[in-house]
């Protein structure tokens, strides 16, 4: 018999039974309790953050906590929850930094206009009753009514309908809504007139979250929007942590779980029962697609990165156990690649670049973020690893879009001085994505950085400052937060912001370079993704998060996946041009090409470091006064 | 807690545990020994008599087995198992006519040539390994190399299929066969090249037995074949008291379990593997179809007799429990009505009937025997209860067609001596159907009953008796049989006897009346049936099971249901004549007929009622100089 200990997380006061010898991250699993992980448990990220009231109780402090915990948290009782093993009952207190936190979700995006042909119908009949002179079968009867009203014709039955249906007739008195999917197959018998009550569910699996959609599938028109933090964050952060848990149908489990919570919560604000709701489209990057559908995406993520399959797949609710009816239909779009989803699918339909003249480059900007290029003659996309710093990982006082959250920074070219702006005007506890694209480009246009992103020298200005060694600019100071310290930006945390920029930009001009189009030919950027509609496109640009290009072409979209993901829900002319979006799309990999680690170094540049590639960009800093004290080097 | 005693069955010498207050005929079931149940435990048809040892173990003797029970067996102990509750632990005997027994089960039945076109084809592609430049998706990949060498497009695959792809197809060393249904769906892949082995299995589900047959799909060719007692026969022996029974799912659970067993038997006798068996076809009556479907059955036993579904019906081995490979595909072959099911459809299919230019009639014998009348042009059918007289049911010393059963009766029309023969040889135990068939011919030809089928007062002959006031004919004496007595058919018996021919006599009538043809316009009868091929048709003649044609017409099939079922198991071409069969037949029901009393009674004389009907029969007897003694009444 197993030790069996208590744990106790505060402040929730959750406890959970759990054997001797586990580490706290899966205690906080089990518990069900908010912590974050980012390497899914490896002791890399530092982010499982928790305090230790009893010592004694765990395992020893490890060598990598004493590398990542710094001494005054180590005095506090702060360790690593991954790498902290349980020896006896004991109470742990997870830090507000610790938390994925209640965010600001973004769900909504660009409402695209498409024809409205459900897969869904219904179709009220009234049966007249079996007698001797007519003895045919349920099924006959019905189908010769449907055939005779509503000239439907070649439509099968589902089997779990056919064995139940003799009782449902009669109990409906023959007086029944059969309902129908893609005119091919029966799925269900409600009895009465059930005509007018039709729906559907959109779903988009961010990695970090999830945006669920309730739609009136005679209208058209969305009746609820809903969002939660995807519930695998736990199990890892970004996508090869989550394929590397060794149990993919615990992941997939748990994102169900959270699809249906949002659809319970949407379907209880407007009155729809689950059962109503007979059909659901999902999309979601291609390790995201492959867990929701327990596909083994173990591949994906494994040089050369192949997807099981790429045509847009259809599944009965009840084989994926998501709560909609059980005989509905799910539908996960089409994907491109191992690293290009079906999101990006969905980006493209949502902007419809496919059918466009002009030429269009979009980012879908999140862990991974997406590029695509092209028109309605060809399309070109690539992922890039662009890292979560943009949604606060891997940044000292980075946070997500939450309560408290520093969103827009603004620094006075003159004076120096620094104004922010915090999300709930909250007191500031940390800085969010919009906000950690502003502050590298203020620092840049108020001279505090140079074009390689260094700091320069500023003695008289008390907000630039070096602590152990490492160069430090103060957005907010202790008495104005509630995080107990000053928030800054680091020397550090700006060589995250420009790998993730760099790596962002590097897909776009790789793209560029493979369709032979430069700045010029550009006639419309997207920038699409979970925080693209608080994103200030214009600082995107002084970074060089994307080719400069006129500021009237950039439109930000917002969840352009989750646009997608609802077109397809309400359109099967949607469903065919995702699939041959799908197919046409031509899949570039970066790694492919030899000139991608110069692109990358090249592009780490704030803006870039060819500066005749971003004119306008340069007149302004120029203007500015400050910039470039020097030239960047050309790889 | 329910007091619990243990019930041991002897000869088997199984033990069972069960409450206190359950009855015996429960307690054999849960046992699963063998015991005879034709009402299905309503204390009604006195067929499961059992042997107690210690009465006092048992709740006192009822009015119903005082009824039932001889004086002389109630002094041997015997009981009525489901009049008989448990009160304590005890030993309880199962005489040998209580037993279903071990019996001789035909299987094999005509050979009707047919189109191979298997559903399940398998194709063996070697697949080039994904790189950087050629990362498709595995299932692109796989398709692609399917176009190219054997040029199969659209077809699908099955999400069970996707959800392990990855892993398969690296497992394989990228070298697979892959298994398309239909030219549809892909339904498995298997590692390395098994194109070799594909192999179907089909059954007949009559309402007593089972017929199992596994083909090899390349050749078209049996395997093996072989049958099991019905295991639903427990619950009630006719299709009404299976449908009357509580729990379907129960019912559908023990025909699986019998169809599986028969399976694993062919498949070790031929070793093959369960697993590369991919396709199954099933026929049976209506109730047997929708209860091996799990499909409510309750409105075909209630007027109007309305099946739920009468299409060829597929689903997945793996929802109706059957253990062929769990991706394999199960067709249930078409109905035509509540009464005349896919059997019917599948004696049509083996017969040719629906192409042949000539009149046929068929029957297919059985508790419930079924009556197609047409040809290219037309077809009737309907369905006869002509109950179990002729499988042993309801006949003193009735029993199925096992070791020891009188099987063959002669007696010498001037001597009046019998001769019989047995199954095995053995000593004889009691009459098997293809004998009650014989018993009544050879008593009319030998003048010993009448045309109204009553036995003549004969003072000379020690054979034919009176006992307690009924009429009976002794066929082997106490000292030649195993039975412990006298092995007779008595009044009563041939009254039951009658009763069955009568009712198939006037399906045929009724058919022929409603096409308007007479006997002479018959170019064809087939005799199909579980003794089909046993049965003597002259016999049958004179006995008026069927209408009086030239013997040169009439042909014995044997189990044409399940010639049907193979040939729609090998034959893409055979399963939609299937279809066109049970849309063009046309059902009549008898009840409906304001004649079919009349017909009745008119039936139940022997050969007829009107003799110019029966002109070669009439002279037969009449040459043997003992018939008529008078005419009968026509109505």
Redesign the interface.
Known sequence: MPLISIVVFQPEGKRVKIEVGSNLLESAKLAGVDLTSVCGGKGTCGKCKVVVEKMESVSPITKIEEEILTSGEISKGYRLACRTQINNSLIVRIPEESRTGKQRLQVEGIETPVKLEPFIRKYFIKLSK????????????LMEELRKHYGVRDVG?E?EV??????AL?DADWEITVIVWDDKEIVNIESGDTTKRCFGYAVDIGTTKLAGYLLNLDTGKVMAVGSLMNPQIPYGEDVIARIAYKDHKELQHVVVEGINQILKDLCDKVGVGFGEVYEMTAVGNTAMHHLF????P??VAL?????????G?D?KAS?VGVEINPHGNVHALP?I??YVGADSVADILATEIYKRDELCLALDIGTNTEVVLGNKDWMLACSCASGPAFEGAHIKHGMRAASGAIEKVTIDPKSLEVKYKTIDDAKPCGICGSAIVDIPAELLKAGIVDVNGTMNACPNLPRLREKEGVKEFVIAWKEETSAGGDIVITQKDLREIQLAKAAMHTGAATLMKEAEVTEKDIDLVFIAGAFGSYIDPGNARIIGMYPEVQLKKVKVVGNAAGTGARMALVSKTARETAEEISKKVK?V?L??DPNFQNELMNSSFMPYADLSKYPETSKLLKKLGHYPKKSPPIM
Do not use: C, H, M, W
Not at 130 to 141: C, E, G, I, K
Not at 303 to 311: H, L
């Open positions: 079996p007698t001797l002179q007519d003895p045919r079968s349920d099924f006959d009867r039955i089997y056919v064995k139940p249906l003799a009782s009669r559908l327990n596909i083994n173990k591949y040089s050369p990165y192949t997807p099981v399959i790429r045509e797949t599944v084989e994907v690649a191992g899949y990999e790694a492919n």
